[in-house]
């Protein structure tokens, strides 16, 4: 498996705080995307990170990669309701850009 | 611009039968995949296409799963004598190489429930 963990994880938080959901992988990869999921439709990229690069913003959202522990995170800063969903990271596993996917957080963020 | 369309969106089966998901990409999208995605997990690659090429199938239960797309556009992913192990969500997405970048765009996905 290209995964450490292979069951979906749940976080709840309220609104107004930060949460980092961090994912690690086992095999290179050259770029690590972020999706999420709102219920009843398909993944949408939300921020995609290189190998080459350590970090990547994107309005309030905040990807890292590690290379070397071959890991990546994504933060959100002050979430809102509306970030309630499935966060997912993938990667392209040997370089043949079809990305593979963890398992995935779901997120749930609390007025 | 139209994003990827699929159908149907929901289909309801017994085991033994047979099904068939259409694909319709992004226009001008050459890359073509399809996954598999069951409750609560993450979607996992079954098939992807570069134009009417498979590039990889290896992921394919090639027993009862087989997907086409000849004309290098929209795509048929058919299941034959389905099992309760097949209820999934099965997504499409397309992408196109731009700026060395492969961003994928997924359709709704068909939800499949096998009995």
């Known amino acids: 498996s290209q995964w450490g963990e292979e069951n979906l994880q749940a976080l709840s938080i309220q609104e107004g705080e930060d949460v980092t959901m961090n994912c690690s992988y086992k095999?290179?990869?050259?770029?690590v995307h972020w999706y999420r999921q709102d219920s009843g439709r398909g993944p949408a990229l939300i921020i995609l990170?290189?190998?080459?690069?350590r970090e990547k913003r994107s309005g309030r959202l905040r990807a890292t990669l590690d290379t070397s522990s071959q890991s990546s995170s994504l933060s959100i800063t002050a979430a809102q309701c509306e970030d309630t969903a499935v966060y997912f990271c993938?990667?392209?596993?040997?370089?043949?850009?079809?990305?593979?996917f963890g398992a995935g957080t779901k997120l749930t963020v609390k007025p | 611009e139209a994003g990827v369309t699929q159908s149907p969106r929901y289909a309801v089966l017994q085991e033994g039968q047979a099904v068939s998901f259409w694909c319709d990409p992004i226009?001008?999208?050459?890359?073509l995949y399809w996954y598999q995605q069951p409750r609560d997990q993450g979607p996992q690659l079954l098939v992807y296409?570069?134009?009417?090429?498979?590039?990889?199938n290896s992921q394919l239960p090639s027993d009862r799963f087989s997907a086409v797309r000849p004309k290098g556009t929209n795509s048929t992913l058919k299941i034959q004598s389905a099992k309760q192990g097949d209820t999934a969500t099965y997504l499409c997405?397309?992408?196109?190489?731009?700026?060395?970048?492969?961003?994928?765009?997924f359709g709704p996905g068909t939800r499949l429930l096998v009995l």
């Open positions: 997405a397309s992408s196109f190489p731009d700026n060395n970048q492969d961003t994928q765009y």
């Open positions: 095999t290179y990869t050259t770029v």
């Open positions: 990170i290189r190998s080459n690069e």
């Open positions: 993938a990667t392209d596993a040997n370089n043949n850009n079809a990305p593979r």
């Open positions: 226009s001008g999208h050459d890359t």
């Open positions: 296409f570069r134009d009417e090429a498979v590039i990889d």
